[in-house]
């Protein structure tokens, strides 16, 4: 059981470890630079949005939505760059996605929906709102050079999106750990009346988890519409379930309460290998989607059972 605690409490380091070693055997070259830095563009993506879902699920909430916010701020940002050039149009794509957000938290926090069925109902309605817009075609921007310009590499490793990644990550951590309303944040998620006893606004905290998971899946979009130079209806329809398992493989709890910036900097590393690894050997992205989802069924049981463990062990004693 003790070895069982520690697994659990150093599970980021080790599966990372694991797929690492795993990635470096399966891909020639994989610690080069060119790969290393292909790798986290391209996790950059999953990495933005799983900055917004570790806030929200510290905050004990959850956005099953923010795949649709994903590409209908993609498609918002590409649709207006005629009309009001790149960036401006930019702006408001980004704005589409905090207005989901505002829309989420309306429904979860004003009228009490659960998170769960409001943001499955959101995201219904946000990804057709995108097919209609684009009669579910693809659109295409107005300047190529400028996609070309996002992809350039910097410093060997570094694009654009994976700086801005590894920034916000920074910026995310401080936040957390330094600061009284990310410690507030960890108060509502673990018990929210007993936030609310302490003087902490628990409603107030839970919308803007909502607003902020949403705008950053609004700039995941924007980025990647920028990148390819197209906004599509059907981006990021399968980015919720990899994203949900990065945070959780990073230590984030689904039940609130318990997270960190760091660890889902390792999740995000993680899912990124593995995600690469699986490519080089031609493993459909379906199977992919099963390996997520069974290692993240896995971590969760894991942590409940370790948690239930101590709680048993608990009772037994105050009974005897």
């Known amino acids: 059981m003790h070895m069982l605690s520690q697994i659990v409490r150093y599970r980021v380091g080790l599966i990372l470890g694991l797929t690492l070693i795993i990635a470096s055997l399966m891909v020639p070259g994989f610690f ?3 790969t290393l830095s292909l790798g986290l563009d391209r996790s950059s993506t999953i990495g933005i949005i799983a900055i917004g879902l570790t806030v929200l699920l510290i905050a004990g909430q959850i956005d ?4 649709a916010v994903f590409a209908l701020s993609g498609i918002v940002a590409i649709s207006l760059q005629p009309s009001l050039g790149v960036w401006p149009a930019a702006i408001v794509g980004v ?10 938290g309306i429904l979860s926090v004003g009228f009490k929906v659960n998170a769960l069925v409001a943001t499955l109902a959101t995201m219904l309605i946000f ?5 209609w817009a684009t009669n579910s075609q693809p659109v295409g921007g107005t300047d190529i050079m400028f996609s070309v310009a996002m992809a350039r590499i910097y410093l060997d490793i570094f694009t654009v999106r994976s700086a801005l990644f590894l920034a916000a990550i920074l910026l995310l951590h401080l936040w957390l750990t330094r600061t009284v309303s990310g410690r507030n944040l960890f108060a509502v998620g673990s018990n929210a009346t007993a936030a609310e006893a302490s003087g902490i606004s628990s409603s107030r905290t839970v919308f803007l988890g909502f607003v902020f ?5 609004g700039v995941a979009g924007v980025l990647q519409s ?3 130079n197209t906004g599509s209806p059907v981006f990021g329809s399968d980015l919720t379930v990899m994203v949900i398992a990065a945070v959780v493989v990073g230590g984030t709890r689904l039940e609130g309460g318990r997270g960190s910036a760091l660890g889902t900097l390792g999740g995000v590393l993680t899912m990124a290998s593995l995600t690469t690894a699986m490519e080089f050997q031609s493993v459909p ?5 099963v390996v997520a989802g ?5 971590l969760v049981v894991l942590d409940r059972t370790v948690r239930a463990r101590p709680r048993k062990h608990a009772a037994a004693v105050a009974t005897a």
């Open 294 to 298: 069974l290692m993240l069924i896995l």
């Open 213 to 217: 998971a949403s705008t950053m899946a």
């Open 32 to 34: 080069g630079m060119t």
């Open 226 to 228: 920028l990148a390819t």
């Open 95 to 104: 704005l589409a996605g905090t207005a989901c957000g505002v829309f989420n």
């Open 285 to 289: 992205a379906y199977v992919q989607q």
């Open 127 to 131: 990804r057709s709102i995108a097919h």
């Open 64 to 67: 099953l939505s923010v795949g």
